[in-house]
């Protein structure tokens, strides 16, 4: 079982930032693939960013390549959600979430995660 606990969300004005952080359980934190996506009021899950095990690899999805940066620490068992330049469209709630079991690390479809945290809030005003 794998507890994933997100920290970090709030309200900012837009260009603002925040550091969203993701704290994980378990004593494999290293053999998972962290990625972040978030959903905004009446629209689907989206995917955000993800990294790789290791922590050298991560990709990204359009709407936020070059303002946002995914990290992780294995010796702290956490990921983190650099958000800079923020967008009121970038409002909605962050999940990160681990998946177990990737044989691929760029995994972009929610279905395939199997841990979730309980979700940031991040409001972005103009």
């Known amino acids: 079982q794998v507890q994933l606990v997100e920290s970090g969300g709030g309200l900012v004005q837009a260009g603002g930032s925040l550091r969203l952080s993701c704290a994980a359980s378990?004593?494999?934190?290293?053999?998972?693939?962290m990625a972040w996506f978030r959903q905004a009021p009446g629209k689907e899950r989206e995917f955000v960013a993800v990294?790789?095990?290791?922590?050298?690899?991560?990709y990204y999805a359009d709407s936020v390549k070059g303002r946002f940066t995914i990290s992780r620490d294995n010796a702290k068992a956490t990921v983190y959600l650099q958000m800079n330049s923020l967008k009121p469209e970038d409002t909605a709630v962050y999940y990160c979430?681990?998946?177990?079991?990737?044989?691929?690390?760029?995994?972009?479809?929610?279905?395939?995660?199997?841990?979730w945290g309980q979700g940031t809030q991040v409001t972005v005003s103009s």
């Open positions: 979430a681990a998946d177990l079991d990737a044989a691929n690390w760029r995994m972009m479809d929610w279905r395939k995660y199997d841990y």
């Open positions: 378990g004593r494999t934190f290293s053999s998972y693939v």
């Open positions: 990294v790789s095990w290791g922590g050298s690899n991560n």
